[in-house]
């Protein structure tokens, strides 16, 4: 799993690393400066290109650029600076005083094969002005491939909103992966992101990373030859409503191809022929309904726990206060881990939260954006910008692990986020939330921890979405295609 850092937890590694363990600020200058200028070189050598331009602000990230420019001239390359400023720190003025080549006061009208964005770094907040603006706007208008040193130029390093932005080719980050370059319109700008290590050291463990398929190896191990299906645990999607009656097939469907010994599908009584033979794997239960939506009833919830590993309530059930009352019960009453979605999200959202703070089961909880506004109580706005810490917040407050899906999905028990970026825009689909339901009661059936559980459900998600684009195309993929998908995204896990 990759570090990643807020951009105040990044300084205060570059400090620790200077004043504590005694790195030279110069040194650290050059080995970034080193960084850019490989990968200046490497896209150079793709296009066979020879002209590189780098535009440099006044800061430590400008000087950067600076040392990057020097190094690319030292190699053989045609290399010039744009500066913004006069008004330098001190170690940018010091790798100034290094440069020998050409130097610009205004944006320079010849064409260049690659510019070098060394303007702000991860300290900028807020929205260009002048000069500043007017670089950002030119570079992107150039034609040029850009290269950022460490953030795109504009972009609030964690938040990855931004008002106007570079938008690079390749974004060289120093040290550790900051969140802006993750969330939100970060992905969009950055390019391709390179993450190098110059020798920045943390003064303290990480409280945030980046998931990656090798994280997920140990959740499917070979299964010893001495093993029935009473060793994987049983999942049970409590789900569906006249109104929605597909979630609960997508979601049982999703459990059946990750590993769970048992997958018990319990839907509204009245729909229960629909659902005959649909997957005959399933255990299929009709459960006690009014006007096709579930009722509750204590008798028949005390048969649904017993044995259950998970149950996933939720999907495409409708908002009632008679689904506020099975929470209720669950939560106070259940002792496995129950995975609360969709519909289920949204109730405790209308009838009240406070329910989850008294539970006797582990709680996963599964939102997208509108749906944790509604139940956090936040504004839309502030989800969109501050997902991450608001989530951190609400996990920590309820005693949950909550997985805020996205682009980049958020998952996090309140003391450590994951950050998943396996995935496409192929995924934007109704239906996609359910299938992800049906893989994490599969997986924390068969006893995954809920960190875990939902940090591999929304990589699986992912992956499998992007097996199933290039068959399709990221405009055609159906939820169900995923499904299909799912066995080889899981295959694909033992490459590692």
């Known amino acids: 799993m990759q570090n990643v850092l807020t951009c105040a937890q990044m300084r205060a590694a570059d400090k620790y690393t200077i004043g504590t363990l005694g790195v030279p600020a110069q040194e650290l200058m050059e080995r970034a400066g080193r960084a850019i200028a490989e990968e200046v070189r490497t896209l150079l050598e793709s296009m066979e290109g020879r002209r590189v331009l780098a535009v440099c602000g006044g800061g430590n990230n400008g000087g950067d650029g600076w040392c990057a420019a020097r190094l690319l001239s030292d190699w053989g390359y045609e290399t010039a600076v744009y500066t913004l400023t006069d008004k330098l720190s001190a170690d940018c003025a010091a790798q100034r005083e290094l440069y020998g080549g050409k130097v610009y006061s205004q944006f320079p009208e010849d064409t260049f094969d690659v510019l070098i964005d060394a303007v702000f770094g991860t300290g900028f907040h807020g929205e260009p002005e002048g000069v500043f603006a007017d670089a950002i706007e030119r570079m992107n ?25 570079v938008q690079a080719a390749v974004t060289v980050t120093i040290g550790e992966l900051k969140g802006g370059l993750l969330l939100s319109n970060g992905p969009d700008v950055c390019g391709k992101i390179v993450r190098k290590d110059i020798g920045i050291r943390l003064p303290e463990r990480a409280t945030a990373g980046r998931s990656e398929a090798e994280d997920f190896v140990k959740i499917f191990p070979p299964r010893k030859k001495n093993t029935n299906k009473g060793s994987f645990g049983k999942a049970v999607i409590l789900a569906g409503s006249l109104a929605y009656s597909g979630a609960p097939l997508l979601s049982a469907g999703a459990a059946l191809r990750c590993g769970c010994g048992y997958t018990q599908l319990a839907v509204p009584e009245e729909l229960f022929g629909y659902y005959v033979g649909k997957f005959p794997e399933v255990i299929l239960t009709g459960a006690p309904s009014e006007g096709g939506m579930l009722r509750f009833e204590e008798e028949f919830l005390r048969g649904l726990m017993r044995g259950a590993d998970c ?53 996963i909880m599964t939102p997208h954006p509108k749906e944790f506004s509604r139940v956090s109580g936040r504004e839309m706005s502030e989800v969109l910008t501050e997902g991450a810490v608001l989530a951190k917040q609400f996990a920590a407050e309820y005693g949950v692990v909550l997985l805020l899906k996205g682009h980049t999905s958020v998952i996090t028990n309140g003391k450590f986020s994951v950050f998943n970026t396996e995935g496409t825009p192929a995924l934007a689909k109704g239906g996609s939330g359910d299938v992800l339901s049906g893989i994490i ?56």
């Not at 034609?143 to 609030?156: E, K, M, Q, T």
């Not at 149950?311 to 009352?325: N, P, R, T, Y």
């Open 311 to 363: 149950i996933a309530v939720g999907m495409g059930c409708g908002v009632s206060k008679k689904l506020h009352e099975i929470l209720s019960f669950l939560l106070s009453e259940y002792r496995g881990t129950l995975v609360i979605d969709a519909d289920a999200i949204n109730t405790l959202a209308e009838y009240g939260a406070d329910i989850l703070r008294e539970k006797s089961c582990r709680v």
């Open 441 to 496: 009661a599969s997986l924390a059936a068969r006893g995954v921890n809920g960190m875990d559980a939902s940090s591999c459900g929304a990589f699986l998600l992912g992956r499998a979405g992007i097996l199933a684009q290039r068959r399709f195309g990221e405009y055609s993929v159906t939820p169900g295609d995923v499904i299909r998908e799912l066995p080889a995204a899981i295959l694909s896990l033992r490459e590692f």
């Open 141 to 165: 208008k150039s034609g040029a491939r850009i290269v950022s040193a460490d953030i795109p130029s504009g972009l609030n390093g964690d938040t990855g909103t931004y008002f106007s932005c």
